[in-house]
């Protein structure tokens, strides 16, 4: 990239102002992650629109990290987003607003420009595709309160749901973690997920029925866009991104058994790909081959994980052991 075209991504593209971050704390934007330098102050040339900011800071002697936290961003043209580093909580906070205005101020003035890092507009991308369907709207509507997503903070978000011996261990393990605060042992509220049933029940039909109502679930899948998604099937793609996004970029438990939900719900329809809803599944099925080009995974029909197969080398596969989903729903 030449001069004037890396100026001109410079005054186009917005900027993420990190102040105080320590040293050797790695620092994610989307898919690119980097290593904090003595001089860091944070990234330059974010293309606008929806962003996944996550960070892990080291201990002192950099030898293990904090779990990873991130958030949501929706960045408009030449904007500038400000937060610092709260080295008492160990996180990225925001500022009073006037301070902020100052930051902001500094950096359109070029202060700031040396000790910014360029976006790898390269890799752009492979991002835009991963969050096309991401809005303002879908993260307002979806981020937890405060706005940060961590895994070291959902073990109280399922204590009343039936876990596995390893995931009974798990959650001792985050309880007891160094990096644990109070507010990861409180009644803690995670994303505000669509709830998705595991098993449909209808009063007033016989079994051969029920039956089919659980084989093919287009009629569960209708009922959730017309209740909870307004009708909108770009509301539920963009769903099942953010839940994406938060459990690869963010290792968020509770993002992946969202994800996880949304695919079995598409995965588990007959009649909708071919009559109701063709369009939203030709949409699905491009998400689909970009998961298989992009990071090599399979999806395969009357596997044992529902649908979704893992290679058991593959560093991005997940590794949690699943019981059947005690929820259920009636379809009206």
Same mark, same amino acid.
């Given at each position: 990239?030449?001069?004037?075209?890396?100026?001109?991504?410079?005054?186009?593209? %917005?900027?993420?102002?990190?102040?105080?971050?320590?040293?050797?704390?790695?620092?994610?934007?989307?898919?690119?992650?980097?290593?904090?330098?003595?001089?860091?102050?944070?990234?330059?040339?974010?293309?606008?629109?929806?962003?996944?900011?996550?960070?892990? %800071?080291?201990?002192?002697?950099?030898?293990?990290?904090?779990?990873?936290?991130?958030?949501?961003?929706?960045?408009?043209?030449?904007?500038?987003?400000?937060?610092?580093?709260?080295?008492?909580?160990?996180?990225?906070?925001?500022?009073?607003?006037?301070?902020?205005?100052?930051?902001?101020?500094?950096?359109?003035?070029?202060?700031?420009?040396?000790?910014?890092?360029?976006?790898?507009?390269?890799?752009?991308?492979?991002?835009?595709?991963?969050? %096309?369907?991401?809005?303002?709207?879908?993260?307002?509507?979806?981020?937890?309160?405060?706005?940060?997503?961590?895994?070291?903070?959902?073990?109280?978000?399922?204590?009343?749901?039936?876990?596995?011996?390893?995931?009974?261990?798990?959650?001792?393990?985050?309880?007891?973690?160094?990096?644990?605060?109070?507010?990861?042992?409180?009644?803690?509220?995670?994303?505000?997920?669509?709830?998705?049933?595991?098993?449909?029940?209808?009063?007033?039909?016989?079994?051969?029925?029920?039956?089919?109502?659980?084989?093919?679930?287009?009629?569960?899948?209708?009922?959730?866009?017309?209740?909870?998604?307004?009708?909108?099937?770009?509301?539920?793609?963009?769903?099942?991104?953010?839940?994406?996004?938060?459990? /690869?970029?963010?290792?968020? /438990?509770?993002?992946?058994?969202?994800?996880?939900?949304?695919?079995?719900?598409?995965?588990?329809?007959?009649?909708?790909?071919?009559?109701?809803?063709?369009?939203?599944?030709?949409?699905?099925?491009?998400?689909?081959?970009?998961?298989?080009?992009?990071?090599?995974?399979?999806?395969?029909?009357? %596997?044992?994980?529902?649908?979704?197969?893992?290679?058991?080398?593959?560093?991005?596969?997940?590794?949690?052991?699943?019981?059947?989903?005690?929820?259920?729903?009636?379809?009206?």
């Amino acid at each position: 990239m030449d001069a004037e075209t890396a100026v001109e991504a410079a005054k186009q593209g %917005s900027t993420l102002v990190l102040l105080d971050v320590p040293q050797h704390t790695l620092i994610g934007v989307d898919t690119q992650v980097v290593s904090v330098g003595p001089s860091f102050k944070g990234i330059k040339m974010i293309p606008p629109g929806p962003h996944f900011v996550s960070y892990s %800071s080291p201990t002192r002697d950099a030898k293990d990290f904090s779990p990873v936290t991130g958030f949501f961003i929706f960045s408009g043209p030449s904007e500038v987003i400000v937060r610092k580093w709260d080295g008492q909580e160990e996180r990225l906070v925001k500022l009073p607003q006037d301070e902020e205005a100052r930051y902001c101020c500094a950096v359109r003035n070029w202060e700031f420009d040396r000790f910014l890092g360029p976006y790898n507009l390269s890799q752009y991308g492979d991002w835009k595709r991963l969050s %096309s369907y991401i809005t303002k709207t879908i993260i307002e509507r979806i981020e937890p309160i405060g706005g940060e997503i961590t895994v070291a903070s959902e073990s109280a978000l399922h204590k009343f749901t039936p876990k596995t011996a390893k995931e009974n261990a798990l959650d001792e393990q985050l309880k007891a973690s160094r990096f644990a605060t109070a507010s990861d042992t409180s009644d803690a509220r995670g994303c505000y997920y669509t709830s998705i049933p595991h098993v449909i029940k209808h009063k007033g039909i016989d079994v051969q029925q029920l039956t089919s109502l659980n084989l093919d679930k287009t009629q569960l899948l209708e009922s959730l866009l017309q209740k909870d998604y307004g009708g909108s099937e770009d509301m539920l793609l963009g769903e099942l991104q953010f839940a994406f996004v938060a459990f /690869l970029m963010g290792q968020s /438990l509770e993002a992946f058994l969202q994800w996880k939900a949304l695919v079995n719900l598409l995965f588990g329809c007959t009649e909708a790909p071919f009559h109701t809803r063709s369009r939203l599944f030709v949409k699905t099925r491009k998400l689909k081959a970009l998961l298989e080009s992009n990071f090599g995974w399979e999806f395969m029909q009357n %596997s044992a994980v529902d649908g979704i197969h893992f290679e058991e080398d593959d560093e991005f596969a997940p590794v949690v052991v699943m019981l059947d989903d005690p929820n259920s729903t009636e379809v009206p």
